[in-house]
């Protein structure tokens, strides 16, 4: 069965601080991982999105990490500011015959930054 | 400019009662999307319309029926609301075919059904 997983749930940070998300998945076959950060009363909106080939990926103070080989990846948030404080959500796509691909939503993690 | 917009942005009504939520989006995207996120914070796909064409319908209600005139919008109608339909809706779209690359989302529409 096709799941993403996120740990923590919920995060509590000082600001300034560096915090690493977690996100496994078991989506098969494997197209792309992304990460999105959700602003409270808004949209999505994308961090980062990486393929297979792809190990690291930076977005200015975010970094995301793909193991394709054990299915996980990460995000760090590197000297965390106040407005860091958002949900961050791990996307998987797996993609089927015809170009048919699939989302697969992870429930996100609530970071909560605090000064 | 706004890239993708939805209205209204607020939704009060009564149970029973029919509504309409309006999404354009002017990226010159191929794919739009639905969504509904639920009090629990999950956002679960509804429909997505690839050039006009429903590609995705994801177990939805059939109260709820997506209309696209043109590939820049894609609009949902949901007749007979219930209890449970409050939730936010958001809409999406994105270059390509649905999973290629990454998603636009909409500010979102709250819907709160009395």
């Known amino acids: 069965k096709n799941q993403v997983e996120q740990s923590p749930q919920s995060l509590i940070i000082l600001e300034g601080k560096n915090c690493t998300l977690q996100?496994?998945?078991?989506?098969?076959?494997?197209?792309?991982l992304r990460w999105y950060k959700q602003d409270t009363g808004r949209g999505p909106v994308s961090l980062t999105i990486?393929?297979?080939s792809e190990n690291t990926k930076s977005n200015g103070r975010y970094t995301a990490t793909l193991d394709a080989d054990t299915k996980q990846s990460s995000l760090h948030i590197t000297a965390s500011q106040l407005s860091d404080s958002a949900s961050y959500i791990c996307?998987?796509?797996?993609?089927?015959?015809?170009?048919?691909?699939?989302?697969?939503w992870g429930l996100g993690t609530s970071l909560a930054v605090n000064p | 400019d706004t890239a993708v917009s939805q209205t209204p942005k607020y939704l009060v009504t009564q149970m029973g009662n029919d509504k309409s939520i309006k999404c354009e989006q002017n990226?010159?995207?191929?794919?739009m999307y639905w969504y509904k996120q639920d009090s629990k914070k999950f956002l679960k796909i509804m429909f997505s319309?690839?050039?006009?064409?429903?590609?995705i319908n994801e177990t939805v209600p059939n109260r709820f029926s997506p209309k696209s005139p043109d590939k820049a919008h894609l609009n949902l109608h949901i007749n007979s609301l219930e209890l449970g339909d409050s939730a936010v809706y958001f809409c999406?779209?994105?270059?390509?075919?649905?999973?290629?690359?990454?998603?636009?989302f909409g500010p979102g529409t709250r819907l709160t059904v009395l």
């Open positions: 999406a779209s994105t270059p390509g075919t649905p999973g290629s690359r990454e998603q636009f």
């Open positions: 990226l010159g995207h191929d794919t």
């Open positions: 319309y690839n050039n006009k064409e429903l590609i």
């Open positions: 996100c496994n998945y078991t989506v098969s076959p494997f197209s792309n």
């Open positions: 990486m393929t297979f």
């Open positions: 996307v998987v796509s797996a993609q089927y015959a015809g170009n048919n691909r699939k989302l697969i």
